[in-house]
């Protein structure tokens, strides 16, 4: 359990990072201070874990006819939904919502490729001996 403690961290930190990388970025994101960031950086990720990979599966054909174009959108709804619920993290409309959405996925992508570097000791595995990696 401990061996994945430090990924966890460390992804935890590269999302707060992109989310206050993008809330200088767009004016429509804000945060009251580093608290609510922290808090909607950990949100972010449970809400990623849990909620996304159902709106995933309950919009298929939407997302099928699409060509994934889709799951832009259900990136921003989850934002949305993180906005909602953290006190002290505001964010202005569905627009904003999805180009920072947009715009955290790629940051966290790239610093997560120069962080972790994608060695096989910083990626989180979905369960023992299933060869699927989750981050």
Do not use: C, Y
């Not at 989310?19 to 608290?35: D, L, N, Q």
């Not at 449970?46 to 006819?65: D, G, H, Q, W």
């Not at 920072?100 to 979905?126: D, H, K, N």
Request: hydrophobic share 65%; glycine share 10%; aromatic share 12%.
């Amino acid at each position: 359990m401990l061996t994945n403690l430090t990924p966890f961290l460390l992804h935890w930190a590269i999302t707060a990072l992109a989310m206050w990388v993008a809330s200088h970025v767009f004016k429509g994101m804000r945060f009251s201070g580093t608290g609510a960031l922290v808090v909607s950086a950990l949100l972010l990720g449970l809400a990623n874990a849990v909620v996304r990979p159902l709106l995933v599966l309950l919009t298929l054909p939407l997302t099928l006819i699409t060509f994934g174009l889709f799951l832009l959108v259900i990136n921003a709804l989850v934002l949305m939904l993180v906005a909602r619920v953290v006190d002290g993290f505001a964010l202005n409309g569905f627009w904003t919502a999805l180009w920072a959405s947009l715009f955290m996925a790629v940051l966290s992508l790239v610093l997560g490729a120069f962080v972790l570097g994608g060695s096989p000791e910083f990626t989180i595995q979905t369960g023992p001996g299933r060869g699927s990696v989750w981050l």
